[in-house]
């Protein structure tokens, strides 16, 4: 919020400053939403002269015009999508998770939530609460123009594995600072991701709501913090103890509750493949 003071540009004095106040209109935003026509009627001054403050505030203080054509082509050069390395995920997730947003796992223990992040340089830190979690991302957001060169590579992706494991404790009636920090880790994520281009990929415990049915946990503040929320689940009656039942709990791409069928071999077998190849390479040169 700018307030209006006086000399900020021409015609704006002290006297009209005071009969704006009068008529509970004290900052820049609320001069340029208001009807010019009325606001001049309150406060007896000139209609065109307000005009003419008008304008000047809004090419002092407003956001330059950029064309959504401009924002698309941005948007393209920025964005990249990252496989997940099994071809039913990906379609599911419309080819993958996408960088500059947060994309959820959500499943119950033993689901295979850690085991589909199966993933090549990548780097550790440890946290085991919220303030060590925040601490980290606090160090890795300043440290941005080195965040790129991590790994000795370009960064593309953050994990959280996982985020209910720190935030679940301080919910509750107990700790009146639970949804602080939550939404404390929520804008820090949200900000990375954007700040950084990054795909931002965090897991989630799982809860029952009223009617038993499965779903993600950490409320209902959470549920707007991820882009894209994917629920794992494991299949009693499946022919192989490997296989898991996926459903798209939310997208802004795709329908929800669209649903597919996963083997967690699938990355066992790809790391097996990868470290062969790896191998191989190695051998012939």
């Known amino acids: 919020m700018v307030l209006l003071r006086e000399g900020m540009c021409p015609g704006l004095d002290q006297d009209l400053v005071r009969r704006l106040r009068d008529v509970h209109v004290k900052t820049v935003e609320d001069y340029v939403s208001s009807d010019i026509e009325d606001l001049a009627r309150k406060c007896s001054a000139s209609y065109t002269a307000l005009m003419a403050i008008r304008r000047v505030l809004l090419a002092q203080h407003a956001a330059f015009p950029v064309s959504g054509a401009d ?26 998770v996408y960088t500059g947003e947060i994309t959820e796992l959500a499943g119950g223990p033993g689901s295979g939530k850690t085991q589909m992040e199966a993933l090549q340089r990548i780097t550790v830190y440890r946290a085991f609460d919220v303030f060590s979690l925040l601490d980290c991302l606090y160090r890795l957001s300043a440290n941005g123009g080195r965040l790129r060169q991590a790994c000795g590579s370009c960064v593309k992706a953050l994990i959280v594995d996982s985020v209910s494991a720190v935030i679940a404790p301080l919910l ?43 779903q993600p946990g950490l409320g209902v503040s959470w549920s707007h913090v991820p882009r ?49 190849k790896t191998e191989l390479d190695r051998g012939n040169s």
Request: proline share 3%.
């Open 172 to 214: 509750g009636s107990k700790y009146q600072e639970g949804m602080l920090m939550m939404n404390q880790v929520a804008i820090s994520l949200k900000t990375m991701a954007k700040d950084f281009n990054l795909a931002t990929l965090v897991t989630n415990h799982v809860t029952q709501n009223d009617e038993g049915e499965v």
């Open 71 to 96: 924002l698309y082509d941005e948007l393209l050069s920025s964005s990249a999508i990252l496989a997940t390395g099994n071809p039913d995920l990906d379609t599911l997730l419309d080819s993958g």
């Open 228 to 276: 894209t929320r994917v629920l794992l689940e494991r299949l009693p009656d499946a022919d192989r103890p490997t296989l898991r039942s996926v459903t798209l709990v939310k997208s802004s791409r795709q329908p929800c509750l669209l649903r597919a069928e996963l083997d967690l071999q699938w990355w066992s077998h790809s790391d097996s493949e990868a470290s062969r």
